[in-house]
């Protein structure tokens, strides 16, 4: 190289210099790509997202690859750095390149190409992607050799390299990603999508309607009196049974009736005659296999019994979906019957109500893995029945019992501003 002159090299150096920076940028912008966005990228036929996707099915090559390249290319610098450190400076010269090439590929072909990949792996993964592909081809020979080794090390150490796979995303994962979506997603829908992934952690009896509650029709009744229900209800579909819930005919739809209502003549035969059969619904079902169910079924509301058949409440289609949507009607007394404001920030709640729902009307946070009903959830921290005027402390929340009736707790005051903090054992 004595030849060569010292213009040439410095040249070459820097030719080096800038080759290990492409090198190291496009591994780490190869490597943090955003998988997903790539698959999109890829599906819209973008040439930059086909051919990195090509890359990374084989991450073992693409990694080999780099790393060939890159380590020639840094041996070969530091050739030409300690033969210029002693053309210029003698045997001290080698020490000079040494500690300064050290320090320049740090900083130049390393920590700042990597920095900006980082940043912005899309800029320079997919157009590195363009040069891998052919240079994958040119070194396959090399770079089989030196991965076949570098696998068969992993071997021996136990690691499989068969699968390249990446990893499907946990509910947990993906509430992150719809939560950093930010401006992306409106905050309606990211509302929307965060209840569809909650909806597998709720079950039917979370938002089902009891059965002490459920309006349905008595065939022991007078007709007059059925008449008078299906003339001033509310409901599209009605349970029909014989003196109580539990023994249920079926179901009836409004639309069946309405013209017998009309004709004036309406009969008990009538009515089992337009009654479809019941749909039951095992307790414990998640509310996103019943939403599949309703709809192989072609069902739209069904019953809730436990393991001894024992009706235990009633669920509609419309339920499940304002899970996911949020309530259809624009009533507030509709959606707040059960909870009345009082001027000290206190709610005055009608201990029925169901602990899920208070949650979202009062923004608190009540632990909705056992009762489903604020009455429920006193019973179980009281272990008792308590009177009227007994406060508690429950999830941290001042709850006052304000009435006591039949063996259950009617109404209560909770104040959710003045929660206390809860001691961790």
Known sequence: MDAIPLSALFAALIFLLVLSAFFSSSETGLMTLNRYRLKHLAKAKHAGALRAQRLLERPDRLIGLILVGNNFVNVLASAI??????????????????????????????????????????????????????????????????????????????????????????????????????????????????????????????????????????????????????????????????????????????????????RGALTHADLRSVVREPYFIPEGTSLTRQLLNFQREGRRTGLVVDEYGDIQGLVALEDILEEIVGEFTTDPAALNK???????????????????????????????DGPKTLNGLILEHMEDIPEAGTSLLLAGYPIDIMQTKDNAVKTARIRPNQRRPQSVE
């Open 81 to 262: 750095a300690t033969v210029i450190g002693l053309r210029l400076y003698g045997d001290l010269g080698i020490a000079i390149a040494t500690g300064v090439l050290t320090l320049v590929v740090l900083i130049f072909s390393e920590v700042a190409p990597k920095t900006l990949a980082a940043l912005h792996p899309e800029r320079i993964a997919f157009p590195a992607a363009f040069v891998y592909i052919p240079l994958l081809k040119l070194l396959y020979p090399l770079v089989w050799l030196v991965n076949q080794a570098a696998n068969g090390l992993l071997k021996l150490l136990g690691v499989s390299t068969d699968q390249a796979g990446g990893h499907a995303l946990s509910r947990e994962e993906l509430r992150t990603v719809v939560l950093e979506a930010g401006a992306m997603i409106p905050k309606r829908h990211q509302k929307m999508l965060l209840n569809l992934l909650d909806l597998e952690k709720a079950t039917v009896e979370d938002i089902m309607i009891p059965r002490n509650e459920v309006v349905g029709l008595d065939l022991n009744d007078d007709i007059e009196e059925i008449t008078d229900l299906l003339t001033h209800t509310q409901y599209t579909r009605l349970p029909v049974f014989e003196e109580s819930i539990d023994h249920v005919v079926g179901i009836l739809h409004m639309r069946n009736i309405v013209p017998l209502l009309k």
């Open 338 to 368: 059960d909870i009345t404001p009082l001027e000290d920030g206190s709610y005055l709640i009608d201990a029925g109500a169901n602990v899920r729902d208070l949650n979202r009307a009062l923004h608190t946070e009540l632990p909705t």
